[in-house]
């Protein structure tokens, strides 16, 4: 009964890590850098879901799609002014990509941490719950009202975004600048256009993830932490690149931390991500899913 119960609380929470991570595995599938800020993209989420639907009064269910917005615009925000000289001259950008995303990202982090802490303050809150019941019994498995809905809410996203890739002209562009971008040049894809979407999708999942955490987790302007040791052990977990390999890697993490923290050590739980991490990293550093040609 208990095993039962952990594991279907493990793939709850790993829903939310797939959220978390599937954005930074497609920006690192396109463009071979890791985004230090990806993090705060999941607070400015659950700031602008808590703040609107408390400030203004308005449903939370309406508020979601807001935060998601502005994660979205944040995300073009970010790519435009800080990310797009890495790869606007095609020729030059490969010598310095690597030094400038750690810097330029990792400032970004700096920077919203603090200016969210200055103008909101440092008090942690939490947001309005999406379901009034606070538990939910279903058969011998007592599960939380929030956590289920947001599951509900999770699970349509990803298969939404699986669809997405798969199916769309705009996602069948992604994969091409995925595989080789100047061949897609060539093939008059835009390169620029489609690495604006990939980050405009990438800050909205986050903030989205955000958004239906506010109301389970207590958050403040380094709530960011919280995401980025989990996205960072599943997309090395799941192959980097490959969104596909971080969506099951994300389920595995959360079913994973679910046992450990009930038959190890609770306190331990998050450093058990990053054992997984240095494990992976010596015996299959490409991933679960890692593969040769540059693919999500």
């Known amino acids: 009964m208990l095993f039962l119960d952990l594991t279907v609380n493990g793939l709850i929470m790993g829903l939310f890590y797939a959220l978390m991570a599937v954005g930074l595995s497609m920006i690192f599938g396109v463009l ?11 607070m400015i989420g659950a700031y602008t879901y808590a703040l609107i639907a408390t400030s203004f009064g308005i449903n939370p269910w309406f508020t979601l799609p807001l935060a998601a917005l502005g994660g979205a615009i944040l995300g073009l925000v970010v790519e435009r002014l800080l990310i797009r000289p890495l790869y606007d001259g095609y020729r030059s950008w490969s010598f310095v990509k690597d030094e ?21 303050g440092p008090s942690p809150f939490m947001g309005p719950s999406l379901f009034s019941m606070q538990r939910i019994s279903i058969g011998p498995i007592m599960l939380n009202g929030q956590k289920l809905i947001s599951s509900g809410v999770s699970i349509f996203l990803l298969i939404s975004l ?25 093939a008059g894809i835009d390169p620029v256009k489609t690495t604006a979407l990939i980050f405009a999708i990438a800050g909205g999942l986050a903030a989205l993830s955000g958004a239906l955490l506010s109301p389970i987790v207590n958050h403040s302007p380094d709530i960011g ?12 977990l799941g192959g980097l690149g490959s969104i596909w390999g971080s969506m099951f890697a994300a389920l595995i ?9 009930v038959y190890v050590s609770y306190d331990y739980r998050d450093a058990f991500g990053l054992l997984i991490l240095i494990c992976v990293l010596i015996f299959r550093p490409n991933g679960l899913a890692g593969m040769k040609g540059r693919e999500i």
């Open 253 to 261: 993490l959360g079913v994973l931390e679910s046992y450990f923290a």
């Open 225 to 236: 932490s919280f995401p980025a040791i989990k996205y960072y052990v599943i997309v090395v």
């Open 100 to 120: 400038y995303a750690v810097v330029v990202t990792f400032a970004l982090s700096l920077l919203l941490i603090h200016l969210v802490d200055k103008v909101i």
């Open 32 to 42: 071979r850098i890791i985004n230090f800020a990806h993090g705060e993209f999941f």
């Open 162 to 186: 699986a669809i997405f890739i798969k199916k769309s002209l705009w996602g069948k562009q992604i994969q091409a600048v995925a595989q080789n971008r100047f061949g897609a040049a060539l």
